[in-house]
């Protein structure tokens, strides 16, 4: 039951708020943000909206872009980065008409037309998933791209390259990070204030560490919550370690490859469904405890594996993570335990109620909404289509699929070596996306247009390598 109007005003009056932040997401995933004193928010305020120009968020034209944002009352949050005390909203967006309309393009809508669509199906009537937030924390970070002048570079006193400089000896090295301990871990006090954070804003936290990468790598993982939710925790997340990091003099990045030859950062998805509180996915006898419902969940997900990539990692950067060699997915199958393969069922979620598997490929550089709202629908199509990877020479893989010689790694389907790819699978296998008018087709004509510009533009530059590769020839 959402906040009364009467509820918030309580709410603003007893912290002082002076302020409120409406924060609105374009189409990359981007918060972008509206301020009103908090005096101004009134019973108009929910049944108008507040207006602005969707034309600048970067979604597919629609007949007016006049559009109005309506706050939703639940998310209702201190902003602990404002100096003025201010107050937090995110909210639903609306085309003006006759009758306004909710935006079918908009994230949030996404997500709840494919929550909807899986309360409809009659398979489930929840999703529940847990993201895993790995990123990197450096002390500081520059880049250019001028067209004499391509260059970036980060750094952190935990690096190893660091331990040649006057130093207190404690560096870490490139891929010697993973639960690293004081004192070679500086930022564990700044990841708990993080955690703190979070749960302030009615995010839980399963725990944080460091991770693999030597040079700042770090994790934060969420318990898990339904999938709406679950997208706007991931909204919150970034925000959160974005700006404490600045507030304590560094930057954070969620780029899934900021290093070369350093470890990648993913946000691997765990999930399982729900039906009248009870698991779907969990069966005793199944393989790895898993129903034939959770088979045909992952047959979906390894079937349309390719074209997820297309929302789930949606960055050329992406594609610089998704190598092997570094804990990270490059052929689709699915395993227990192990971390090669694109879908691992982990082997210490033992219980009926957390019977799940985790979806390895995504990061963070997507649109979480979109995201997620995508691997739901691909899962359903999976389970209406009873598509069982067992007999699609997807797994179970139980072995080390790097080990396996290059003749055998092509007898295994690979995931998009490049944006490029993802897109072309996109374009080719959008129609379980489309189901339900979940993904309006319009919004995912627009979405590979913006990608592909973005590949064309990033790969015409001349790079560094290019330069060591070629330059005397």
């Not at 902003?79 to 949030?108: C, H, L, S, W």
């Not at 944080?208 to 318990?223: A, D, F, N, P, T």
């Not at 959770?294 to 960055?315: M, Q, T, V, Y």
Request: charged residues 20%.
């Amino acid at each position: 039951m959402s906040r009364s109007i009467k509820e918030v005003k309580t709410f603003l009056f007893a912290h002082q708020i002076q302020m409120i932040d409406f924060k609105m997401i374009d189409l990359d995933g981007r918060w972008h943000h509206l301020t009103i004193p908090a005096g101004n928010f009134n019973e108009d305020t929910m049944k108008f909206g507040i207006g602005f120009d969707g034309s600048n968020y970067g979604y597919a034209p629609v007949e007016c872009s006049d559009m109005v944002f309506i706050p939703d009352t639940d998310s209702l949050v201190l902003d602990a980065f404002a100096e003025v005390p201010t107050a937090v909203m995110m909210g639903d967006v609306q085309v003006i008409g006759k009758k306004n309309m909710p935006f079918n393009q908009y994230p949030r809508n996404v997500i709840q037309s494919a929550a909807d669509y899986l309360r409809s199906s009659g398979v489930a009537d929840e999703m529940i998933i847990g993201p895993e937030f790995e990123f990197y924390l450096f002390d500081s970070v520059s880049y250019q791209t001028d067209p004499n002048h391509i260059s970036y570079t980060v750094d952190t006193r935990q690096a190893s390259w660091n331990a040649v400089a006057p130093s207190n000896g404690y560096q870490l090295s490139s891929k010697a990070g993973y639960h690293a301990d004081l004192p070679r871990d500086i930022t564990s006090d700044l990841r708990s204030r993080m955690c703190l954070q979070l749960n302030d804003w009615s995010v839980p936290v399963k725990y944080h560490h460091h991770e693999v990468g030597g040079s700042g790598q770090l994790e934060i993982e969420v318990e898990l919550g339904e999938v709406c939710r679950m997208a706007d925790a991931t909204m919150i997340v970034k925000y959160i370690v974005k700006n404490l990091a600045a507030m304590y003099g560094k930057t954070a990045t969620f780029m899934p490859k900021p290093i070369f030859g350093a470890a990648g950062s993913g946000m691997h998805v765990h999930m399982l469904l729900r039906k009248d509180g009870k698991p779907v996915f969990y069966d005793a006898k199944g393989y790895s405890e898993l129903s034939a419902t959770a088979h045909f969940f992952i047959g979906g997900l390894l079937k349309h594996a390719a074209s997820l990539c297309g929302f789930c990692n949606p960055s050329t950067n992406s594609y610089k993570r998704l190598i092997p060699g570094f804990e990270a997915p490059v052929t689709v199958g699915y395993a227990t335990a192990n971390r090669s393969a694109v879908i691992r069922i982990p082997a210490y979620a033992k219980s009926p109620a957390s019977r799940r598997f985790e979806l390895r490929n995504p990061d963070a550089t997507c649109n979480p909404y979109y995201a997620y709202a995508a691997i739901l629908m691909a899962g359903l199509d999976g389970v209406e289509n009873r598509i069982d990877p067992r007999k699609n020479n997807w797994g179970p893989f139980d072995f080390n699929l790097y080990d396996l010689s290059t003749e055998e790694q092509r007898k295994i389907q690979q995931l998009p070596r490049s944006l490029e790819e993802a897109l072309d699978a996109l374009e080719a296998d959008q129609q379980y996306l489309t189901k339900g008018g979940v993904f309006p087709k319009e919004l995912i004509h627009i979405w590979i247009a913006k990608k592909r510009q973005e590949a064309r533009q990033i790969n015409n530059y001349p790079s560094a390598p290019e330069f060591a590769k070629y330059y005397d020839l």
